[in-house]
Nanobody
Framework: QVQLVESGGGLVQPGGSLRLSCAASGRTFSSYTMAWFRQAPGKEREFVAGIYRSGGTYYADSVKGRFTISRDNAKSTVYLQMNSLRPEDTAVYYC????????????????WGQGTQVTVSL
């Protein structure tokens, strides 16, 4: 069992940066693939980025070059550094974990956090 708690969301102007954190409970964090998803108002939840336990990463085209996912297994935490933010990045951001490889399909993740709101606006 893994519990995930996101933090770091907020209001930021276009072009600004935020770093999201996701703290995991349990002693098996290092064995999980971790990912970030987001859901904008009126839209379906979509994959943003994923990271293998080895550190390999994968990004959605919409965030490639702007967002960076990383993990600190000693702290049981995964991060999402978001730069050059755009209004269309506004969404609730969710952290997720699974025992298999990175997947863009939300139904393949076993554990989810409660989400943190990111708003990009003047």
């Amino acid at each position: 069992q893994v519990q995930l708690v996101e933090s770091g969301g907020g209001l930021v102007q276009p072009g600004g940066s935020l770093r999201l954190s996701c703290a995991a409970s349990g002693r098996t964090f290092s064995s999980y693939t971790m990912a970030w998803f987001r859901q904008a108002p009126g839209k379906e939840r979509e994959f943003v980025a994923g990271i293998y336990r080895s550190g390999g990463t994968y990004y959605a085209d919409s965030v490639k070059g702007r967002f960076t996912i990383s993990r600190d297994n000693a702290k049981s935490t995964v991060y999402l550094q978001m730069n050059s933010l755009r209004p269309e990045d506004t969404a609730v951001y969710y952290c997720a974990a699974r025992g298999g490889p990175i997947s863009a399909r939300e139904n393949e993740y076993d554990y989810w956090g409660q989400g943190t709101q990111v708003t990009v606006s003047l």
